[in-house]
C-alpha cells in the first residue's frame, strides 16, 4: 500500500510537473516530453543537426528528442531511436528495442547503417534510479562508458557527441577521456533541465 506522504508527495510533483511552463509547451506543440526542448536549446546555440546526417538518439523513450532531430533533419539523412523500452514510432526515424550495453544490439544498429559512420550521437540515457547515490552513479557511469566505446568505432572524425551527464568521483577522468577523444569539450546545464536536477550536459565537439 502507498503510504499518505509518499500520496502527497507523487501529489506535489504531479501539481508542479503540470505548472511547468516547459510541460505546457511541449504539449501544445505534441511533443512527447518537455525535454524536446534541452536538445532544442543546445541545437539552437552549437547547430548540431543539420539535413543529410546520419544520428543516432540513444535512450530515446518517449521520442521528444528524435522528435526534433527529425524535423532538423528535413526529411533528408538517417535517424535511429534506440531504447529499452517500447516506444511509438516515429515518422522518418527507424526504431530499435534494445539494451544499448548489449552487442546484439550494436549489430542491429550496425545493420541498418549498412556500415556507415555516425555524424551524431544524442544520448540521454539514464538508469533506472535506485536511490543508492554510490550505485546509482556507477550505473550511470558504465552507461557513458558504453557510449564513449561506441564512438570510437562508430562516429566519424570531425563527429560530435552529446549526452546526459551526472557528476561523480570519476566526473575527472571521464572528462579527460573525452577529451582524448574529442577536439572541444562543453558543460551545459540547459534551461530546460528543471534548476533541483544535478543532470548536465557534456558537448564533444569534432572527434579526433
Ligand atoms: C530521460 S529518458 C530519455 C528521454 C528522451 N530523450 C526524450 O526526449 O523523450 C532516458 C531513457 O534512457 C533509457 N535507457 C536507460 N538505459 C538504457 C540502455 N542500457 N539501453 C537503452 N536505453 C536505455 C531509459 O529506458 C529511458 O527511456
New binding site residues.
Partial sequence: MVSKRRKGKSRAWLDRHNKDHYVQKARKSG???R??Y??EEIDQKFRLIKPGQTVI????????????AVKKLKENGQLIM????P?DEIEGAQLIQ?????SD?LDEIKSLTEGRLFDLV?S?????ITGIALQDQARYER?LD?VLRFCETALRPGGVLLT?FFEGESAQVIRTRMKAQFNQLKTIKPDASRTHSKELYLLALNRK
Avoid at 98 to 102: K, L
Wanted: no cysteine; glycine share 8%.
Fill in positions: 511533443y512527447r516530453a525535454a524536446a534541452k536538445l538518439d540513444l535512450g530515446a523513450a518517449p521520442g521528444s528528442w528524435s522528435q526534433y534506440l531504447d529499452l523500452l516506444f534494445g539494451d544499448f550495453t548489449e544490439t544524442l540521454d540515457m539514464a538508469p533506472n552507461l558504453s546526459k
